[in-house]
């Protein structure tokens, strides 16, 4: 049985993907392992260095470009994932990892030796770091509530980031090499147990990139396992490699959070807040988002 399985979804970003593949098969420790990158429909000769370069991965091509949540799902399939329900033949473990991540040697092993002796763990994602060494916020995350996510648009957990009630979007007030039960960790670097993917699905692609990692941890955490952020491993993260290419990133990344409430906390949001709410996203998404915003019933349902 494999130990570990291993997704990177790419788009456009053939240097960094080598550079990604060569710190993933030169880690150390007894894993038996398999690859799969998902190219979304590169431009760049990613799928063609990927063929030409690394014969011993899976590549999965010629589907077009169905963002980030699809094309993991795609990988996911390919390891012998399911919708729900019994994955026999999948590995142990899945790896998400964006190809702008480099590993140390001993990543991957240390990560599984973690979770074996940690059972209640469902999903795990190291410290990620950015080319000046500073800490990716994103790694570590509490769900974006309404209130989490009012103090993020006013810009209080920016003034306030070590404030236990301002900070909570990127658990600022957390020390950054301190492991923590977190509500999300990001999908750059995410791995996930088997029994976890059985339980919950696989990820939503009502998301095309941005909101899918925080909606799986949430789902995983419901299941009743634990998200847990471990700083022990370290990782680089160039960041933004592919979508600071994309246009539509800024927009999905609005329309994300559009997604994430209308499915977590409409239904118990009050009125006013509500519809605040929706303002808020209004403006930040544009006209362009307009109709998804207001196709959205204009008072949350209940129950």
């Known amino acids: ?15 960094y993907l080598s550079r990604c593949l060569e710190s993933v098969f030169a880690s150390e420790g007894r894993l038996a392992m ?11 000769g990613s799928a063609e260095m990927v063929a030409a ?27 012998g994932f399911a919708e729900c329900g019994p994955a026999p033949n999948a590995p142990r473990y899945a790896l998400l990892l964006n190809p702008d991540t480099e590993l140390p040697p001993r990543a991957l092993s240390n990560i599984i030796s973690y979770l074996e002796a940690h059972p209640e763990i469902g999903v ?20 974006p509530t309404p209130d989490v996510a009012l103090w993020r648009m006013i810009g209080l957990s920016k003034l306030l980031p070590r404030s236990r009630v301002f900070g909570r979007y990127n658990l ?8 923590a039960e977190v509500g999300s960790v990001v999908g750059a670097c995410l791995m ?9 699905g696989l990820m939503d692609e009502s998301f095309f990139m941005y909101g899918e990692d925080l909606d799986w941890c949430k789902r995983v ?34 329309r994300a959070f559009l997604i994430f409430y ?3 906390y409409r239904a118990a949001t009050p009125w006013p807040v509500h519809l605040a709410i929706l303002l808020g996203i209004a403006v930040r998404g544009g006209p362009r988002l307009w109709p998804e915003v207001f196709a959205s019933p204009s008072a949350p349902q209940r129950g």
């Open 262 to 264: 209308n499915k977590h």
């Open 34 to 44: 398999r690859v799969v990158v998902v190219d979304n429909d590169s431009t760049d």
């Open 221 to 254: 955490a419901e299941a009743g396992w634990k998200v847990v952020y471990y700083p022990k491993v370290q990782v680089l993260h160039v960041k933004r490699a592919a979508s600071r290419q994309s246009r539509r990133a800024a927009f999905e990344f609005v």
């Open 53 to 79: 370069c690394y014969p011993q991965v899976t590549l999965i091509r010629g589907h077009g470009n169905v963002g980030y949540p699809a094309g993991n799902n795609l990988g996911l399939r390919a390891l």
């Open 124 to 143: 795990i994602g190291p410290k990620l770091v950015l080319l000046d060494g500073s800490l990716d916020l994103a790694c570590r995350r509490s769900l």
């Open 192 to 200: 996930i147990r088997r029994e976890a993917v059985e339980k919950v």
């Open 172 to 179: 600022t007030y957390l020390p950054e090499d301190e492991i």
């Open 1 to 15: 049985m494999l130990d570990l399985g291993i997704v990177i979804v790419n788009w456009n970003t053939r240097d």
